[in-house]
T-cell receptor, first 115, second 113 residues
Framework: KQEVTQIPAALSVPEGENLVLNCSFT??????LQWFRQDPGKGLTSLLL?????REQTSGRLNASLDKSSGRSTLYIAASQPGDSATYLC??????????????FGEGTQLTVNP | AAGVIQSPRHLIKEKRETATLKCYPI?????VYWYQQGPGQDPQFLIS???????DKGSIPDRFSAQQFSDYHSELNMSSLELGDSALYFC????????????FGQGTRLTVV
């Protein structure tokens, strides 16, 4: 069955630092990968969608890369700000044990950016 | 731009009661998904619908049922509620297809007491 793992589980950095969040998945037969942001007790905000045929996507200070063959993705956040503090979730569609376009989520990385 | 609308935002029910959660997808989106997120956990897929037909089924208890209506809104019906059903319930919508982006609502926080 498809499993998604995110490292680290928590990260605390000073404001202005560049940082990388990691995501890995067990079955490389994915259709796409999405990165989400979740504030405490709130909904999921889609940050970036990478199709399985793509290598990376960029939006503002965010850059996500995908290495499908090795089952890995990274989310790079440049010049972090306190407002970036949230939980970042990685999710994939596809893979063994799944069907359709359901998302399989990782457990998230809780990011704290200190002023 | 219009987003996914869920109602109610908060719901408190007693054990063994029933609850109905509603979801209004983004206009022109034809696929709706339901996810459950327990405290400190990642969202787990429950069920999805495409054009009013169930398209995929995940770890949804038999006590739960869902449907999608002709206007594409969806309802999740939960009966014989248990304390363990307390969670955030998210609805997401997308256009049909495996490579389309899913957009999530703000969720309904269900508390069973």
């Amino acid at each position: 069955k498809q499993e998604v793992t995110q490292i680290p589980a928590a990260l605390s950095v000073p404001e202005g630092e560049n940082l990388v969040l990691n995501c890995s998945f067990t079955d490389s037969a994915i259709y796409n990968l999405q990165w989400f942001r979740q504030d405490p007790g709130k909904g999921l905000t889609s940050l970036l969608l990478i199709q399985s045929s793509q290598r990376e996507q960029t939006s503002g200070r965010l850059n996500a890369s995908l290495d499908k063959s090795s089952g890995r993705s990274t989310l790079y956040i440049a010049a972090s700000q306190p407002g970036d503090s949230a939980t970042y979730l990685c999710a994939v569609t596809g893979g063994y044990g799944t069907s359709g376009s359901r998302l399989t989520f990782g457990e998230g990385t809780q990011l704290t950016v200190n002023p | 731009a219009a987003g996914v609308i869920q109602s109610p935002r908060h719901l408190i029910k007693e054990k063994r009661e029933t609850a109905t959660l509603k979801c209004y997808p983004i206009p022109r989106h034809d696929t709706v998904y339901w996810y459950q997120q327990g405290p400190g956990q990642d969202p787990q897929f429950l069920i999805s619908f495409y054009e009013k037909m169930q398209s995929d089924k995940g770890s949804i208890p038999d006590r739960f049922s869902a449907q999608q209506f002709s206007d594409y809104h969806s309802e999740l019906n939960m009966s014989s509620l248990e304390l363990g059903d307390s969670a955030l319930y998210f609805c997401a919508s997308s256009l049909v297809g495996r490579n389309t982006e899913a957009f999530f609502g703000q969720g309904t926080r269900l508390t069973v007491v």
